[in-house]
Structure formats: structure tokens, C-alpha cells
């Protein structure tokens, strides 16, 4: 969920429009709000200049995506005519990544490795530029190793670069590896950061227990982003997304809701923010909206997760015919990620929380385990495990799900309600009180549910 991150290095400054995967350079385009190089100057000069008007920054939008295709295009047409141009490869390599986040085709991933693979094999040394494209290009199609393995072959990652170091620590992040992702960001303390670093340090914050502290300097971090007209405009509207997903988490709904739809003002097609929309209508038993929001991610990209909204509404709405048609169009799309092995948490989750084929879910959450174990993985893995009747293996996973004092309620819940079945009443009040606290409406169904356990255990 979180690999978007990955995404906002990359775009937060001219050395780094990568963080998660973009970068920078000569290439890409965006220093402390400065127009980086030839690439920005070739997306100003295709936009008309009157959209560029005087006045508050935030309040326009650099509509760069309309002009996506037209500018890859010139890149094509520039690497044609220079094969040889490792910086041309480079920028067509960026731009990919862009329409990549914009329109959700994963040809476009795979064009960017490759641009990303022949400049470095023309410029080796002195590429790191390109060395996190390529990483951002591997961390989209969750080749998490590969992906490191990139970034630590990199010319001396650890000394001059701060963001492969940020983009490193994103990495061990999803791998799981917390110490190794507080390391290298106890190297960046002493040092200025961007709002793309700051983005990756939110995320560390928010898995460690400091979910306010996280959100105090995402909203810093998204405030410096509107600041510049010439941002992207779905980079722009992803920080808006993660300050929303934080609002949600402690339970500040009308915040939460508020960020998503400054998201989709700023990028229309952002499917993040409909699908954070849709969870957070949903718990909040508004059914109709969740299935409209639902409906508007899902005709951009049927993702599991937007679709298991689509179904829980429909059924709220009493339309068993709809629900039933969305839950063959999720196994469609599960096939098709089973096969690229990229939504296959998701897939887990949707089966667990709707009690169908259990043994395939926790061999879906066994597998996530062993390519890519952070709390998240093993928290998919402790439901999964407790649906199959698997308890010791779910309170195992549960408590490494746990055990940095995430502040999500529905990781807390899913602990608490693992150890009230083991009879492990202390543990059990402890986590399901946490869940309710953090945020009261956390889930659409399970938060009745951690009130009523807890009435159930006496208080």
C-alpha cells in the first residue's frame, strides 16, 4: 500500500525525483521547488502559458498529465536519434514512471526498466539517477531485492546521496528490516531534508507508535509540496492521500475526507484517493457514497481492495446480484495478479475478512512472509492463520505485527481479538481497547465487533 512512497523521492527533487522511484538528476526535475532541468523546461514550454497566472500557489494546478503521452513521445523520439545518450534514456525512463502512477498501465513499468537498464549500461558510474529508476521501476512490480541490490550497487549510496538513502530505508522498510531503515535515517537527521525524505521518515513514525508525529510532518511535507505551482500534479495529490490515510487512522474523518478530495482536485484519476474514500464511507455506513467512490477507482483500475468496497456495499445495499458479479470480477482480477504477484495481500485480506478459501488466503499470507515481511505482512498472515483455526502461528504472527506499537486500530484489533480466543484476557482488553480508542469507526463491521469483546470481557 505504502509503495507509493517510493514513488515521492523521486519527485521531490532534482537529484531525487525518486524517493521511491524517480529521481533525479539532470533529468528530472524538481530541486526545493526549482525547476530542475531540460526535462521541466520541456513540460512548461508543452503547457499554454496561461494557465501559468499570478496569485496562491497552492490553489493551481501544473497539469502536466495532460501532456504525458506528447512528452514521452519527444523522448522516444530523442533516444532514437541518439542511442547512445544515456541521459535521454534516463528522462524517457522518468516520464514512464510518471504516466505509469497516472494511468496505472504496467507496460509502462517495464518500458521504464528497460530505458532505465540501457543507461546504465552506457554510463555505469556517476548514474545513480538512474540506478533509482530502476529500483522504483523493481519496487512496482514488488521485486523489493532487486531493488536493493540496485540501490546498493550504486556508486557509495551511504555518502553522497541522501535520497538512495532515503529510497534504501524505504526498502527495508517493506521488507521489514526496521532497525536497518532507522540507521540509515539517523544518517539523515543532521542533514536538509526535502519534502520526499520527509515523506519516508513520516512513514517510519507512523509504523513506530509516533502516528502524530507522523501526520505533523506529512502535512508540513504536503503543505511545502502545494507551494509550488510546478509540481506534479499526481505527486501533488499522493501527499494529500497519505495526510488523509493518517487523518483516518486517528479517527479524523472529516479531515480524512477532506485530503481525498483535495487529492482528486489536483488529479482526477488518483485512484488511491477513491479507494481511501470508499474505506472510509464504508465505515462510516455511508453505502451509497462508498459505492459510488468505489466505482469511480474501479472503472480507472480493479484493484482487490476497491472491489472488496464495491462488494460490501452492495450487499449493505441488499443487492446480491451486484455483489455477486463483483466477487467473480475480483477473482478475475486475482487471477491476473496471481500471475504478476503484485495485489496478492490484498486478495488475502478480502478472503479472510469474507471467510472464502481460507487455505488459500493463508497460503497467499505465507507467501507474502517469506518475499516481503513487515507488519503488515504479518498481520494479513495472523487473520489468515486465526481463520484456518492456525492459533499458535496467528498469535505468533500477530505479535510481530505488533510489536513496534503501530497505532492502527485494525492491527490492534486483529491481535486483540487472537488473544481473547486464546484466552489471554489482559493482552486482549489491552489491544481491543487501543483499536476502539485510536478510531472508533476503524472498520465497518469489526469495530462493533472489538466493542462488543470487550463488553464480552467485562468492561
Not at 480524512?256 to 455506513?285: K, N, V
Request: charged fraction near 20%; aromatic fraction near 8%.
Amino acid at each position: 500500500m505504502h509503495l507509493r512512497i517510493l514513488w515521492v523521492l523521486a519527485l521531490t527533487s532534482l537529484l531525487v525525483l525518486l524517493r521511491p522511484s524517480d529521481t533525479q538528476a539532470l533529468s528530472l526535475g524538481y530541486t526545493n521547488g526549482k525547476l530542475g532541468t531540460y526535462s521541466s523546461v520541456v513540460q512548461l514550454l508543452t503547457v499554454n502559458s496561461r494557465q501559468i497566472l499570478p496569485g496562491k500557489q497552492s490553489d493551481l494546478v501544473f497539469p502536466d498529465y495532460l501532456q504525458r503521452s506528447h512528452i514521452i513521445s519527444v523522448y522516444e523520439e530523442k533516444v532514437a536519434q541518439s542511442p547512445d545518450s544515456s541521459i535521454f534514456l534516463r528522462l524517457l525512463a522518468d516520464q514512464y514512471l510518471r504516466r505509469f502512477r497516472e494511468m496505472a498501465d504496467v507496460e509502462d513499468v517495464l518500458r521504464a526498466e528497460q530505458a532505465a537498464r540501457r543507461s546504465l549500461a552506457l554510463q555505469p558510474r556517476h548514474n545513480q539517477v538512474s540506478s533509482m529508476l530502476l529500483a522504483s521501476a523493481l519496487l512496482s512490480q514488488h521485486q523489493f531485492r532487486s531493488a536493493l541490490d540496485v540501490l546498493n550497487n550504486a556508486q557509495n549510496p551511504s555518502v553522497d546521496n541522501p535520497n538512495i538513502v532515503s529510497l534504501l530505508a524505504s526498502i527495508q522498510m517493506e521488507l521489514g528490516d526496521y532497525e536497518a531503515a532507522d540507521q540509515l535515517l539517523q544518517n539523515l537527521a543532521q542533514k536538509e531534508s526535502n519534502s520526499g525524505q520527509n515523506a519516508v521518515v513520516a512513514r517510519y513514525l507512523e509504523l513506530t507508535g509516533n502516528l502524530a508525529s507522523a501526520r505533523q510532518l506529512l502535512d508540513k511535507a504536503m503543505q511545502e509540496m502545494d507551494s509550488f505551482y510546478t509540481m506534479s500534479a499526481e505527486t501533488r495529490a499522493w501527499f494529500h492521500v497519505r495526510t488523509g490515510d493518517l487523518a483516518f487512522a486517528a479517527g479524523d474523518f472529516a479531515l480524512s475526507e477532506q485530503r481525498y478530495w483535495e487529492a482528486l482536485d489536483l488529479f482526477p484519476r488518483h485512484i488511491a484517493a477513491f479507494t481511501g474514500l470508499a474505506r472510509l464511507l464504508a465505515a462510516q455506513h455511508r453505502w451509497q457514497d462508498a459505492l459510488n467512490a468505489a466505482n469511480q477507482g474501479i472503472e480507472l483500475m480493479p484493484q482487490v481492495e476497491t472491489l472488496s468496497y464495491k462488494a460490501d456495499a452492495q450487499l449493505a445495499l441488499l443487492d446480491q446480484k451486484g455483489a455477486a458479479e463483483t466477487e467473480d470480477l475480483i477473482g478475475v482480477v486475482a487471477y491476473l495478479s496471481k500471475v504478476k504477484g503484485i495485489y496478492d495481500r490484498a486478495l488475502a485480506v478480502y478472503y479472510t475478512e469474507h471467510g472464502i478459501h481460507l487455505t488459500e488466503a493463508l497460503e497467499i499470507a505465507r507467501s507474502e512472509v517469506a518475499v516481503r515481511d513487515d507488519v503488515y505482512a504479518e498481520d494479513t498472515l495472523a487473520w489468515a492463520a486465526a481463520a484456518n483455526g492456525q492459533w499458535q502461528e496467528a498469535q505468533r504472527a500477530a505479535q510481530r505485527a505488533t510489536r513496534l506499537g503501530t497505532e492502527d486500530a485494525l492491527l490492534q484489533f486483529h491481535a486483540g481479538m487472537i488473544a481473547f480466543h486464546l484466552g489471554n484476557r489482559e493482552e486482549a482488553v489491552k489491544r481491543l481497547t487501543q483499536a476502539v480508542s485510536l478510531n472508533p469507526q476503524f472498520h465497518h463491521k469489526y469495530a462493533d465487533q472489538a466493542r462488543q469483546a470487550i463488553l464480552d470481557l467485562g468492561f
